[in-house]
């Protein structure tokens, strides 16, 4: 079957990098006749594409161990190719014909960073956006650095990334102001990275919203603290939902002897916990995944860690563990 007669399929995170990834693909010329992504958190994503008879799917930004059964049911049809781009931890890859990855696990690097690797001539700064919205921002300078690209302009470039990646977080639709999907379609007609800051009309809006965010979150004060460990709650807002995974991070970042804990309330009554253990290299701290895998859906790193679902009556039992272990 001639290649370009067959529809192109279009999988991507929602957020800042999946967006431009799948962008600077279509900047190449293809165009998706369907695109398929969801909120930050959503990352299984291959089992929502529709039964095809034949299709070039491109995936971009998510995890190829997370989508491992759809993938391998995918490529039981002979007329589905598939290529892959991520930075994300993947597991032993599939070995098919009809399967391409450029999945690089390392840090500092990004989807869309990847993406403009392979697609000659595209624009740095398109990937400059994303890296900056991703949190690489060291590879989003060097990438503009040899173009001699304006400070204005990178602040420009820096702000859209963080604004994009922020618009991805929430639990459900109605806490995000602008569908993954719907950005990916505004972006469609954009060549320059400026023009659609400049014309897209996503980013007032956006910038207006994340300020609003911000100050919900400067008034939050700890549920309970004792020496350097803090509990905090977070109500039920959509403010919360959007903020709270990026706001453990920023609590842990500039406290570093402190742990910290965040209990986000999800819509079926449970909770879901992000602990930070301190950072600032005290050898003897806990394991904040010690404490996270006391409970049953809890697991993680030495340094951050998390609990799925904690039971509201396992909070006092949580309470008493974390400040055991860390006041
Ligand atoms: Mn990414």
Not at 145 to 150: E, V
Not at 168 to 189: C, H, M, N, R
Not at 299 to 318: H, M, Q, Y
Request: with cysteine; net charge neutral.
């Amino acid at each position: 079957m001639n290649q370009s007669s067959t529809p192109a399929c279009f999988v991507f995170n929602g957020d800042a990098d999946g967006l431009i990834s799948q962008h600077l693909m279509g900047l190449s010329g293809i165009s998706p006749s369907l695109r398929i992504t969801g909120l930050k958190r959503e990352i299984v994503l291959l089992e929502r594409i529709p039964p095809l008879k034949t299709a070039n799917i491109y995936v971009f930004d998510i995890s190829l161990e997370s989508n491992r059964s759809g993938l391998l049911r995918l490529l039981e049809n002979p007329e589905i190719r598939i290529t892959w781009f991520d930075h994300h931890e993947s597991g032993n890859l599939p070995v098919s014909p009809r399967l391409k990855t450029h999945i690089f696990n390392t840090r500092g690097t990004c989807s869309a960073l990847i993406v403009h690797g392979e697609v000659p001539g595209s624009d740095r700064r398109w990937a400059a956006m994303a890296a900056f919205g991703d949190n690489v921002p060291e590879a989003a300078e060097a990438l503009l650095r040899p173009k001699r690209i304006s400070e204005s302009e990178t602040a420009l470039l820096r702000e859209a990334g963080e604004l994009l990646n922020y618009n991805a977080y929430g639990e459900t639709e109605e806490d995000v102001l602008f569908q993954p999907i719907k950005i990916a379609e505004l972006l469609s007609p954009f060549r320059d990275p400026l023009a659609f800051i400049h014309e897209s009309g996503i980013f007032k809006p956006l910038r207006n919203q994340f300020r609003e965010d911000e100050r919900e979150v400067q008034n939050l004060l700890p549920h309970e603290e004792k020496g350097l460990a803090r509990i905090y709650h977070l109500p039920a807002k959509p403010w919360a939902r959007r903020l709270g995974a990026s706001y453990v991070n920023r609590m842990a970042r500039e406290n570093p002897k402190m742990a910290v804990a965040i209990l986000h309330p999800l819509q079926d009554g449970s909770y879901q916990v992000s602990i930070r253990s301190p950072r600032g290299r005290i050898p003897s701290a806990p394991f904040a995944s010690d404490l996270a895998q006391e409970f049953s859906t809890g697991g993680g790193r030495a340094l951050a860690a998390g609990i799925n679902r904690l039971p509201p009556e396992s909070i006092p039992l949580f309470h008493q563990r974390f400040f055991d272990l860390y006041s």
